[in-house]
Antibody, heavy 127, light 111 residues
Framework: EVQLVESGGDLVQPGRSLRLSCAAS????????MHWVRQAPGKGLEWVSG????????GYADSVKGRFTISRDNAKKSLYLQMNSLRSEDTALYYC????????????????????WGQGTLVTVSS | QSALTQPASVAGSPGQSVTISCTIT?????????VSWYQQHPGKTPKLIIY???KRPSGISNRFSGSKSGNTASLTISGLQAEDEADYYC???????????FGGGTKLTVL
């Protein structure tokens, strides 16, 4: 059974940093592109960042570019999101999501959407 | 700046069909070939119901169908059921970039 379990969410002050983790199980982690998606309270879904299996392709939403860094450790079957210079607008439930191996000639990034999601970890940025 | 625009809400009666649109605004509309749709019930995680415009993952009812014409993708739900009441999100991605876009979401009410 595929499982994604996020952790690391917390209440932090503006300007501080936080590192989120996503532990994967039930599938061959290093075969898949992984993404972070967030949802502010009462709001819609917002894609945050994505990273291919070999870390060769990476993407960030404009709202987090330069402040957040996505990474992975395939040996530990884990995905990470380092969040620096946090702002109140970063307050959200952060989901880890898997992109299925549905690929184009350019590779496998998000062609098939996101087929498995974790339960999310809550980040609250407030003074 | 690219964006996906959805209606804020739609409604339908049980047994009817409803269609939710997702309009792609971009200088590279043709590049946004890969459209997915998600269903999210309150307090639950999103669920993939359509990928690559019109394909259904295993286990998804054939009452859900997707299509795309020009710069507008659509999700049609036929034979509406009470359990279909949820938020629906479209998403798209172009291979020319590593950016994924989400629409703002549409709240479906089953009357």
């Amino acid at each position: 059974e595929v499982q994604l379990v996020e952790s690391g969410g917390d209440l932090v002050q503006p300007g501080r940093s936080l590192r989120l983790s996503c532990a994967a199980s039930g599938f061959t982690f290093d075969d898949y592109t992984m993404h972070w998606v967030r949802q502010a309270p009462g709001k819609g879904l917002e894609w945050v960042s994505g990273l291919t299996w070999n870390s060769a392709r990476v993407g960030y939403a404009d709202s987090v570019k330069g402040r957040f860094t996505i990474s992975r450790d395939n040996a530990k079957k884990s995905l990470y999101l380092q969040m620096n210079s946090l702002r109140s607008e970063d307050t959200a439930l952060y989901y880890c999501a898997r992109a299925p191996r549905y690929c184009s000639s350019s590779g496998c990034y998000a062609e098939g959407g996101f087929d498995y999601w974790g339960q999310g970890t809550l980040v609250t940025v407030s003074s | 700046q690219s964006a996906l625009t959805q209606p804020a809400s739609v409604a339908g009666s049980p047994g009817q069909s409803v269609t939710i649109s997702c309009t792609i605004t971009s200088s590279d509309v043709a590049g946004y070939k890969y459209v997915s749709w998600y269903q999210q019930h309150p307090g639950k995680t999103p669920k993939l119901i359509i990928y690559d415009v019109a394909k259904r993952p295993s286990g998804i009812s054939n009452r859900f169908s997707g299509s795309k014409s020009g710069n507008t993708a659509s999700l049609t739900i036929s034979g509406l059921q009470a359990e279909d009441e949820a938020d629906y999100y479209c998403t798209s991605y172009t291979v020319r970039s590593n950016l994924v876009l989400f629409g703002g979401g549409t709240k479906l009410t089953v009357l």
